[in-house]
């Protein structure tokens, strides 16, 4: 789908994963894409800021350089994210702080920075990539479920705050989605896990990516608050 007006896009952490088959969908669109970015390399055409979302100034310098050279931020999607499992007696400060500080915290940088332009255009969409596992629950991942369940009380307090504003805040739950990480595991754990979703398999990188594209775009202006699962049927009932 071709935009009219190429709109300013930022996506945290597009170098690889879902964040990356986000940013090429938005660019397919015809949009100025822009990313947040630690290491690896970059689609082309994407302007790539090294940043850091644990770190304010960081977030604000990128930002900065960004609406610079494509505008005000119109669409941030916040898709950054790290996972330190662990089990809960065993977890420590520092793994649980790291997973919130980075999926959470960093998630609330991004959009405290982007609302600034927002709210001078009188729009704006923020997707917050979040988790099945948020509403979920998932064993080991008491940082990491807690980080991304967080994320949808965020969502709905910015919709609360600037829905009057044309602004839009809404999550995007993923289930278990092909990318390095999932194909990391064990066939016998991937095997267990195919056999609890309905849907009989893992999602692919773009289903996400097309999601976030319609809670971006002219479709989607009255969807706010929202959690999107795209898991293939495995959180339902959240
Ligand atoms: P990857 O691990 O492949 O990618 C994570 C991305 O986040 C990388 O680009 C990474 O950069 C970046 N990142 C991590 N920490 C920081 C930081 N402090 N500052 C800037 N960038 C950072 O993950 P996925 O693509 O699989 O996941 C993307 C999002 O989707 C995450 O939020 C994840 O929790 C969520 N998700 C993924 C699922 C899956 O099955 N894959 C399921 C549900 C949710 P770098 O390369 O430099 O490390």
Do not use: W
């Amino acid at each position: 789908m071709q935009n009219l007006e190429p709109r300013s896009v930022l996506v945290t952490g597009a170098n690889r994963g879902i964040g990356r088959a986000i940013a090429e969908r938005f660019l397919a669109a015809g949009d100025k894409v822009a990313t947040i970015y630690r290491s690896g390399d970059l689609p082309d055409r994407v302007l790539g800021v090294v940043g850091d979302v644990r770190d304010s100034a960081s977030v604000d310098a990128a930002f900065t350089e960004v609406e610079a050279a494509h505008g005000p931020v119109e669409v941030l999607v916040a898709n950054a994210g790290v996972a330190r499992d662990q089990l809960l007696m065993r977890m420590s400060d520092e793994e649980f702080d790291t997973v919130l500080d980075t999926n959470l915290t960093g998630a609330f940088r991004c959009a405290r920075r982007a609302t600034k332009g927002m709210i001078r255009l009188r729009r704006g969409r923020i997707i917050l990539i979040s988790s099945v596992v948020g509403l979920y629950g998932g064993p080991g991942q008491v940082n990491y479920s807690a980080s991304k369940a967080g994320l949808v009380g965020m969502a709905r307090s910015v919709t609360r705050e600037l829905g009057g504003r044309g602004i839009t805040a809404n999550v995007v739950a993923p289930g278990f989605i092909e990318t390095e990480m999932t194909a990391a595991l064990p066939e016998e754990r991937q095997e267990t896990y195919r056999g609890a979703i309905p849907a009989g398999r893992f999602g692919g990188v773009e289903e996400v990516a097309g999601a976030v594209q319609f809670l971006a775009g002219p479709d989607a202006g009255y969807i706010t608050g929202a959690v999107l699962p795209v898991d293939g049927g495995l959180g339902m009932g959240h």
